[in-house]
Structures are given as structure tokens and as C-alpha cells.
Antibody, heavy 122, light 107 residues
Framework: QVQLVESGGGVVQPGRSLRLSCAASRFTFSSYGLHWVRQAPGKGPEWVAFISYDASNKHYVDSVKGRFTISRDNSRNTLYLQMNSLRPEDTAVYYC???????????????WGQGTMVTVSS | IVLTQSPGTLSLSPGERATLSCRASQSISSVYLAWYQQKPGQAPRLLIYGASSRATGIPDRFSGSGSGTDFTLTISRLEPEDFAVYYCQQYGRSPFTFGPGTKVDIK
């Protein structure tokens, strides 16, 4: 079945960096926009970043602009999130999610990974 | 766009009807409104997109409606597996915001 699997989470000190990966399988990865969504403990989901199918269109939530970079490798069916200058408030489960349709911009998120936990603490 | 959901918690019994509200701070096209269900320890699951279209595999007891700034998710008869948290989301304009959620728990 269609699947997204995140990896790369862990415990990191404030100010340090971390790169998350999201491996996709059983769908045409290069045809869909993708997102990162995070969820802090006990809170609702917060959309973080979007990348279009061809990486030409990217959007970020204001709180991560200039610190996080979303990218993708269509030859490897993998999505990335490079997170620099991490802060305690970035602590959350990070999910990757797939656009439902072939839209160049946003769409409903029809497939989600299981999430990877990022803890920013000294 | 800020989304507000009400009520915060809905306490109902199996078999009852659940009506959840989502209000947007500005008008959004119904094409860009979704509802998700989330259970503890799981990722959210897409229920409704385009305000009223059910996602693949979603039972017909789930229905969505609304336009402009006011949207509704209705669960016609609650099954035991429907007790969860429900989020609305707009995806028409970045940032693609979620509402704070409505928890549907067992009365």
C-alpha cells in the first residue's frame, strides 16, 4: 500500500541541526506535492512546510522561515527537512504527508507517515 | 487564516449524532477545507476534502458541509471507533492552518 516512512528524529541541543527524511513507496512520488507537519505533545497539528512535485514551489510557516529547508529527491523517492538553529519550541512529532491530488499548490493530505520525534533540549 | 472549532469537547453516546463546527477568520473556498480524525498515538487521517467529499474508504456516516466561513462535520451515528479528536484544515492559502480540534468522547 501507499506508504510514507519518516526517520532522522532524536534529541538535539538548542542551536544545533537535524535532517529528517521521508521515504515514499507505492505511488508516483514525482507527481505529488508533499508537506511536513508537526505536532507538539498534547497539541494539535501545525503545518510546517510544502514543496511542489517539481520542487519549484516551496512554502514555510513563519516560525521556521530562514531556519528550515524542505527539499526532495525524486530519483530516490525521498523528502527531506533540514532543520537548523533548533529551538525548544520545535520539539514535536514531525510527520510527512502527501497531497491528495496533482495540484501544484496545496491540497488535502491523504497519506501521512507514522511520524518521527524531535526533542530540542539541553 | 485562523480556524476556530467548537465545541472543544463533545460528550456523546454510541449511536448519537455528532455535529462539529469549524469557523474561519476569513472566507475560504469550500474547495480548500478538509477534516481529519486523530486517535492517540496515530497520525491524523483524512476524512473529508473539498468541504463535503469523503476520502477513500471513509464510511458514509461522515459528512461535511458549509461554505464561506462556516463549515460542519456531521457523524450521523457514532460508532465506538469514532471517539477521537477531529481537526479542520484550510489548504487554499499558505500557511495551511489547522483548527485546535474537537474531542469527541464517550458520555
Amino acid at each position: 500500500q501507499v506508504q510514507l516512512v519518516e526517520s532522522g528524529g532524536g534529541v538535539v541541543q538548542p542551536g544545533r541541526s537535524l535532517r529528517l527524511s521521508c521515504a515514499a513507496s507505492r505511488f508516483t512520488f514525482s507527481s505529488y506535492g508533499l508537506h511536513w507537519v508537526r505536532q507538539a505533545p498534547g497539541k494539535g497539528p501545525e503545518w510546517v512546510a510544502f514543496i511542489s512535485y517539481d520542487a519549484s514551489n516551496k512554502h514555510y510557516v513563519d516560525s521556521v522561515k530562514g531556519r528550515f529547508t524542505i527539499s526532495r529527491d525524486n530519483s530516490r523517492n525521498t523528502l527531506y527537512l533540514q532543520m537548523n538553529s533548533l529551538r525548544p519550541e520545535d520539539t514535536a512529532v514531525y510527520y510527512c504527508a502527501k497531497n491528495r491530488g496533482y495540484n501544484y499548490g496545496g491540497d488535502a493530505f491523504d497519506i501521512w507517515g507514522q511520524g518521527t520525534m524531535v526533542t530540542v533540549s539541553s | 487564516i485562523v480556524l476556530t472549532q467548537s465545541p472543544g469537547t463533545l460528550s456523546l453516546s454510541p449511536g448519537e449524532r455528532a455535529t462539529l463546527s469549524c469557523r474561519a477568520s476569513q472566507s475560504i473556498s469550500s474547495v480548500y477545507l478538509a477534516w481529519y480524525q486523530q486517535k492517540p498515538g496515530q497520525a491524523p487521517r483524512l476524512l473529508i476534502y473539498g468541504a463535503s467529499s469523503r476520502a477513500t474508504g471513509i464510511p458514509d456516516r461522515f459528512s461535511g458541509s458549509g461554505s464561506g466561513t462556516d463549515f460542519t462535520l456531521t457523524i450521523s451515528r457514532l460508532e465506538p471507533e469514532d471517539f477521537a479528536v477531529y481537526y479542520c484544515q484550510q489548504y487554499g492559502r499558505s500557511p495551511f492552518t489547522f483548527g485546535p480540534g474537537t474531542k469527541v468522547d464517550i458520555k
